[in-house]
């Protein structure tokens, strides 16, 4: 059986490979943006390895966490500049460290020392980088100076409220003025984007629509947040489904929300690597996916296989009247069609 498997899987490898040149449209002709995640320099190789869009999520803790001490502002400067150099003409989205919670830093002390009963929804990620200078401040200005002459897309972790957002795009404008004093190259725009990953960010998201150009869903975090359900608790894993009504609906609810602006959204949790759970996304109109880059290959296979029309239909109707089970509804429709879904 394993034999097999491996085989098969040896097989398709070799069919993603070819497709790393092939632009994905779905067979509607509807072009799926499908970018890849990454959080070191040895991940940039998988840029053009899996023909991916661009990189939708770079995490900028992961030079923290690897590092024995807090990392100096040329250092921040030079990874990113490496970062732009290696994508070329693709776009790189840079998420601004999101440490606290589960990813401690020996050299920081978060919450005063102080243990916290929550980590997830803790003293981390822009609660942390808004009080410390030596984080946000420091990280804007190595951005700035990194993306001289380039398009900088920044987007901030973890925002519940406006007022947030607000906050740490000045922190940005403040650098980029410091900066234009100092008669530096800077970069032809900055691009600011939040991430959605509490909740509560959806019920105000058309107070910071207009000054957003992008949204990208993080529905790891998010889900643990809407079904109180920590997201490192193997126990919990089987028991709340990415393909629940409940969190489709949501994301559709916010993907409707934004219908009227001039703001891209995409997904950037796991859930958009996998293939079923990408079938049902683009299901409910979302068009940019940003994944980890094995998953690259295989969704831009399904892409090519679907007709978004066919399955809009299909998810509108069970998210109006939720069968039992939709991920079984969903698997038996690919199944239907000749999709394969793992
Ligand atoms: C998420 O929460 O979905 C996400 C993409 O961010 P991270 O996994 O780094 O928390
Ligand atoms: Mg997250």
Redesign the pocket.
């Given at each position: 059986a394993f034999e097999a498997r491996f085989a098969k899987s040896k097989g398709r490898q070799a069919a993603y490979a070819a497709l790393r040149e092939v632009e994905p449209f779905t067979r509607c002709g509807t072009r799926i943006t499908v970018m890849m995640?990454a959080g070191l320099r040895d991940d940039m190789p998988n840029l053009s390895l899996t023909g991916a869009d661009g990189v939708g999520?770079f995490?900028t803790e992961f030079q923290f966490l690897v590092s024995a001490t807090l990392p100096a502002r040329e250092r921040q400067t030079r990874l990113y500049r490496d970062v732009l150099d290696s994508a070329g003409d693709k776009p790189v989205v840079f998420r601004t460290v999101?440490i606290g919670g589960d990813k401690v830093l020996p050299y920081l002390r978060h919450n005063d020392g102080e243990d916290e009963e929550n980590p997830a929804m803790g003293w981390r990620a822009l609660r942390v980088a808004l009080e410390r200078d030596g984080l946000l401040k420091v990280q804007a200005r190595a951005l700035i100076e990194a993306a001289a002459g380039r398009t900088l897309n920044v987007m901030f972790?973890m925002v519940s409220e406006p007022w947030e957002f607000d906050a740490a795009c000045a922190v940005f404008e403040g650098q980029r003025k410091f900066l234009k004093g100092q008669k530096k190259l800077l970069p032809e725009a900055i691009r600011y984007g939040a991430?959605l990953?509490v909740p509560a960010l959806a019920e105000q998201l058309d107070l910071i629509a207009p000054k957003l150009s992008f949204l990208s869903i993080?529905?790891?975090?998010?889900t643990q947040f809407l079904f109180a359900a920590d997201r490192a608790n193997p126990k919990l894993a089987e028991r709340y489904d990415w393909l629940s009504p409940a969190i489709l609906r949501f994301l559709r609810r916010v993907q409707l929300s934004l219908a009227g602006h001039q703001v891209d959204i995409t997904v950037?949790?796991?859930m958009g690597g996998r293939r079923l759970e990408a079938l049902a996304l683009m299901g409910i109109g979302i068009e940019r996916l940003s994944i980890t880059p094995a998953s690259v290959g295989p969704i831009k296979e399904l892409v090519r296989k679907i007709d978004l029309k066919e399955i809009g239909a299909a998810m509108n109707q069970w998210l109006s009247a939720p069968p039992p089970n939709l991920r079984e509804a969903l698997a038996a429709w690919a199944l239907e069609r000749g999709i394969e879904i793992d």
């Open positions: 995640n999520l995490r999101d972790p991430m990953e993080g529905t790891n975090d998010l950037c949790g796991e």
